[in-house]
């Protein structure tokens, strides 16, 4: 079990007596006026920002995932990530950075990520608002608090309605409120690799009030060397609801500090916990705060709009190799480099929806806009240093600045979406949205002025779908929608293979980037049988022209190289999904491959990659795989309810081998990294209503895996794998999955 420190009871004791504000015995049960709207019979899918009255699934062209917050506490994950990683079809997770709340997420073979510089191909929301941050459009999974996950519906595809970088999907999350989860509870849990976390919530409804609040507090030392981990996460919504009108104000809370470990060549993989060079560290804050309300406006016109403000600062903290130690006129062996991103965003949406009839037909429309500006302040100062025995930097010299930029962004839209249901068993969508997206940059320094620049995207991108429900168990769809993605401050300048950049760390002065435009079309039939069997499947194809994509180049870690538009790639595949449910049985089978392939013919520079040419460079051809993304991913869970108080559950992930990023020609000697399969257990027992014990064990079978890698040159070569940077070897360099861990923990609520 956890143990709780000192500086985190305050948290935890406010938590705690708001809990006790009102008892929940005594709440009333209070409606809301939006829950007749949204079809309680039927499932809805959110095929805007804006939740609003949403659209039935039979009439929404697209594979559609739900999960709901009693499916996150059937497993009790303890971030996100765990859960998508196991759960969703489609999706896969990389340890990139080394941290597990810092995952690469990528979905069709797009990703949101936090590592600043990776090209972004998903868009995520967060009750309506864009948490794409605006320097970079990465997500930062750290930030959402999992105990406050409603639901989350993953949307695949190009809808244009989400907005800019919507290139492979959505992920929309609703938060919890005191109308749907009423009561209190609170659970700490223990184990492996020095977890402890605490978690609580309480939810209460009176008159016409409600209120949810909920807290997370982690620390871990981590599975590897150099790689702990502390979160701390509070989330709060209070809710005012009257006649036809609701009103919502939430608050987003986060401090957290991760260190990563780097990935590690294969030379060193004799010792998987070790790192490669330390320390790395990240410090991510969050304050957000959003308000969102809806009105009814008459029997078929209904108005919802958001306001919100986000203020994100991060710190970062990392030791690089000087690639340009040469032992004889450069003998400084590393850096440190320590940069601060501080960035503030708002915004706000509004959506108008009517219901009625067109040409006597039924018919959905949705109009809306929505403006999401952001500001950014960027700073970066670096230091020599020099390599322990345990390769640990110790500065040799001062801190001296390198860069320091303001950027401003300015992301607007005008959209329509519209359901016209044919007659009982079609449905025709149509949608579009009109993008207009601004980027600025400005040397704060008045040392660099060619990095300041002013660039402009504007682009109107169509949808079109059409649903055929021969019956109320079966759905057949074909879409077709087209989106697009505007390059982001730190991709427009750095765009130079000959100068290529050690992100997040360097600006320079390069020509900007095309925009990226995305076009996909999908078919897709889904059914069930009762309640007890469900099915979908889908073929989908996207096509990117323009695409961008972050080229390694030089150096050992995956943040050096530099950004350039490799003409068209492809990403198309094929997810078939299953569920069945007995009486005390439950099993699931998720399947996706996944084809992504560069289409055009371009050159890149890669030195640490065995094909490469005198020059360093190498030849991509179109058919080419994309680095990273697997072909094959299979999901399996099998639950059971031993009796009625006793579950236990196993879950188990297989994933085809991928090729390390660097080797985008796919001709490097060290080859593809291996496929892995990875078995999970998970178990509730419930004493009562109130007490429940909960037991997990990740990596059953203590499987060593990579599911991330990149070419980079090794400067360890030296007795016990000391810095030796004359004689660095090109190598595949790994990220590794964790070790198994077990963990056990309590959970206690109240009516």
Request: hydrophobic share 35%.
């Amino acid at each position: 079990m956890s143990r709780i420190r000192t500086r985190e009871l305050p948290l935890l004791l406010i938590g705690a007596a708001l809990s006790l504000l009102s008892p929940p015995a005594a709440l009333a049960q209070l409606p809301s006026p939006a829950e007749p709207l949204s079809l309680p019979t039927v499932e809805v899918v959110d095929t805007s920002p804006l939740p609003g009255l949403g659209t039935p699934l039979q009439d929404v062209p697209a594979n559609v995932q739900i999960h709901r917050s009693r499916d996150l506490d059937a497993q009790r994950p303890t971030q996100l990530v765990d859960y998508l990683e196991h759960n969703v079809t489609g999706i896969t997770i990389n340890a990139a950075q080394g941290n597990p709340y810092q995952p690469d997420v990528s979905f069709r073979g797009f990703t949101a990520s936090p590592l600043l510089g990776l090209p972004q191909g998903l868009s995520v929301f967060q009750d309506g608002v864009r948490i794409n941050e605006p320097f970079g459009d990465v997500v930062n999974w750290d930030l959402i608090p999992p105990s406050a996950i409603a639901s989350l519906q993953v949307l695949p595809g190009t809808n244009p309605a989400f907005g800019l970088n919507t290139l492979g999907g959505a992920l929309s999350i609703h938060t919890k409120s005191g109308l749907t989860h009423t009561g209190g509870a609170i659970q700490s849990q223990g184990g492996s690799f020095g977890r402890q976390a605490t978690e609580f919530e309480q939810g209460g409804r009176n008159e016409n009030w409600h209120y949810y609040l909920t807290g997370n507090l982690a620390r871990e030392r981590g599975w590897a060397e150099h790689n702990p981990s502390q979160v701390q996460q509070f989330f709060g919504k209070a809710g005012y609801v009257s006649g036809q009108t609701t009103l919502d104000v939430s608050l987003t809370l986060a401090d957290n500090t991760l260190e990563g470990t780097q990935t590690l060549p294969q030379s060193m993989a004799g010792n998987i916990r070790q790192a490669y060079t330390f320390p790395d560290i990240n410090r991510n804050k969050l304050t957000a705060l959003n308000v969102k309300g809806s009105q009814v406006l008459s029997d078929s016109l209904f108005l919802d709009a958001n306001v919100y403000v986000r203020q994100y600062r991060n710190q970062n903290t990392s030791s690089n190799v000087n690639g340009d130690y040469d032992g004889t006129t450069n003998l400084v062996q590393a850096h440190n480099d320590r940069s601060t991103i501080e960035q503030d965003s708002y915004g706000l949406g509004l959506q108008l929806t009517r219901l009625g009839e067109l040409a006597g037909l039924r018919n959905q429309l949705q109009v809306g806009a929505s403006a999401d500006l952001g500001t950014a302040r960027y700073t970066q100062e670096s230091q020599d240093a020099s390599f322990t025995a345990s390769r640990d930097t110790v500065g040799t010299g001062a801190y001296t600045p390198n860069t320091n930029a303001r950027t401003d962004n300015g992301y607007y839209g005008l959209f329509f979406l519209d359901t016209l249901t044919l007659d009982d068993r079609w449905a025709l969508t149509l949608a579009g949205r009109y993008n207009l997206a601004n980027v600025r940059i400005a040397d704060q320094s008045g040392s660099a002025p060619d990095l300041n620049g002013d660039h402009a995207f504007v682009r109107f991108n169509p949808a079109v779908g059409i649903n055929y429900n021969p019956t109320s168990t079966f759905t057949a769809y074909a879409s077709y929608n087209e989106g697009m993605r505007a390059p982001t401050p730190i991709e427009l300048t750095c765009a130079n293979p000959s100068a290529p950049c050690k992100l997040p760390n360097n600006f320079l002065s390069d020509p900007p980037l095309n925009m990226v435009v995305a076009r996909t079309a999908e078919f897709g039939l889904r059914g069930k049988s009762g309640r007890a069997f469900s099915w979908s499947s889908a073929l989908y194809r996207t096509e990117l022209a323009d695409d961008i994509q972050f080229i390694s180049s030089q150096g050992s870690g995956t943040n050096t190289g530099y950004f350039q538009n490799v003409g068209t790639t492809l990403r198309q595949g094929f997810e078939l999904a299953i569920a069945q449910d007995w009486t005390r049985t439950h099993l699931s089978v998720r399947y996706a491959y996944l084809d992504a392939t560069y289409q055009t013919r371009f050159v890149a520079n890669s030195p640490a990659n065995s094909s490469a040419d005198g020059s360093g460079n190498i030849t991509i051809m179109p058919v080419n795989q994309i680095p990273g993304l697997p072909r094959h991913t299979l999901k399996l869970r099998l639950g059971h309810d031993l009796d009625p108080q006793w579950n236990v559950g196993i879950s188990a992930q297989v994933s085809s081998g991928i090729y390390a990023r660097g080797d985008e020609n796919n001709q490097d000697a060290a080859g593809m990294i291996g496929g892995y399969a990875v078995v999970n257990l998970d178990t509730r027992y419930q004493f009562s209503r109130q007490l429940e014990l909960f037991a997990r064990i990740n990596n059953l079978f203590d499987r060593t895996y990579a599911n991330f890698g990149t070419l980079g040159s090794n400067a360890f070569t030296g007795p016990n794998q000391t810095f030796n940077g004359t004689n660095a070897a090109n190598e595949q360099f790994l990220g590794y999955g964790a070790p198994r861990g077990a963990w056990a923990g309590l959970r206690y609520r109240w009516p």
